[in-house]
């Protein structure tokens, strides 16, 4: 089992920045690919970005690639999504995803990023 913990979410103005930290735990020999995605109460996962821990690759979604950056550190079993620009419509509960080899996939709490305008 893979446990999922984000951090570095909060409030913050228009135009500013956050990183977002989620760092896995426990069956973490088995994960290949860790993704960001974000949600509003009622609506449905909004992918955000994913890194692949062989090779390093990473991938963003278009609302977000020329304002975020998503990385990670494979040893530490850790990605971080760095979010400059920030606007109002980017509020939203950010939740960690780990993809594990098999299919299983598990999610943190969220962490909660207000952006106001």
């Known amino acids: 089992q893979v446990q999922l913990v984000e951090s570095g979410g909060g409030l913050v103005q228009a135009g500013g920045s956050l990183r977002l930290s989620c760092v896995a735990s426990g069956r973490t020999m088995s994960i290949y690919a860790m993704s960001w995605y974000r949600q509003n109460q009622g609506e449905e996962r909004e992918f955000v970005g994913r890194i692949w821990w062989s090779g390093g690759q990473t991938l963003l979604a278009d609302s977000v690639k020329d304002r975020f950056t998503i990385s990670g550190d494979a040893a530490k079993r850790t990605v971080y999504l760095e979010m400059n620009s920030l606007k109002p419509e980017d509020t939203d509960v950010y939740l960690c995803?780990?993809?594990?080899?098999?299919?299983?996939?598990?999610w943190g709490q969220g962490t909660q990023v207000t952006v106001s305008s």
């Open positions: 995803g780990a993809t594990e080899y098999g299919g299983n996939e598990s």
